[in-house]
């Protein structure tokens, strides 16, 4: 015999189902960009980090680290990714979609973010991947290293 649901389990259905598009491919996106990354040699540290400025979609550590201690080699930084997902180039590339605005409120989440360290005298830099869907797949992951800068006030000079 087939269980009854009730109203309020066919509702948590149909919303689980019903997500918009854009979310749905976004999510995609960003699972493809750490996957990518991570086969990079790029340590994972966190995805969707909130503040009250903004969203850093990945953060990861690159370089040469010993264990979760940072090896102090110089070569060591946090990288704060934005991931830009289309399922078509035909206007222009995603990364154009990363405009001044847009590098302040990342660059005041990565501030945020180094806040919270132990030791906050780290070496940052600031990634972009595009990702390309094709009939909802991935079908290309673009890795843009060191695409910005910090922003002004957040950086000197």
């Known amino acids: 015999m087939k269980p009854v649901r009730t109203l309020w389990q066919k509702?948590?259905?149909?919303?689980a189902t019903d997500e918009p598009e854009h979310l749905r491919r976004g999510r995609l996106g960003e699972r493809a960009a750490?996957?990518?990354?991570?086969?990079?040699?790029?340590?994972?540290?966190?995805?969707?980090?909130?503040?009250?400025?903004?969203?850093?979609?990945?953060?990861?550590?690159?370089?040469?680290?010993?264990g979760d201690v940072f090896a102090g080699n110089g070569t060591d930084c946090l990288v704060?990714?934005?991931?830009?997902?289309?399922s078509s180039e035909q206007?222009?590339?995603?990364?154009?979609?990363?405009?001044?605005?847009?590098?302040?409120?990342?660059?005041?989440?990565?501030?945020?973010?180094?806040r919270l360290l132990p030791d906050p005298r780290v070496k940052?830099?600031?990634?972009?991947?595009e990702v390309l869907l094709a009939d909802g797949e991935v079908s290309e992951v673009r890795h843009l290293p060191n695409?910005?800068?910090?922003?002004?006030p957040f950086r000197h000079g």
């Open 147 to 152: 695409t910005f800068t910090l922003s002004r």
């Open 91 to 114: 206007w222009t590339r995603p990364a154009a979609a990363v405009n001044a605005r847009k590098k302040r409120l990342i660059s005041a989440t990565a501030m945020d973010y180094v």
């Open 34 to 66: 750490k996957v990518f990354l991570q086969q990079q040699g790029m340590k994972f540290l966190a995805a969707n980090f909130r503040s009250s400025r903004g969203e850093i979609d990945l953060i990861f550590r690159a370089g040469s680290t010993t």
């Open 11 to 15: 509702l948590k259905a149909m919303a």
């Open 124 to 129: 940052l830099r600031f990634d972009i991947v």
């Open 80 to 86: 704060f990714v934005e991931v830009k997902t289309r």
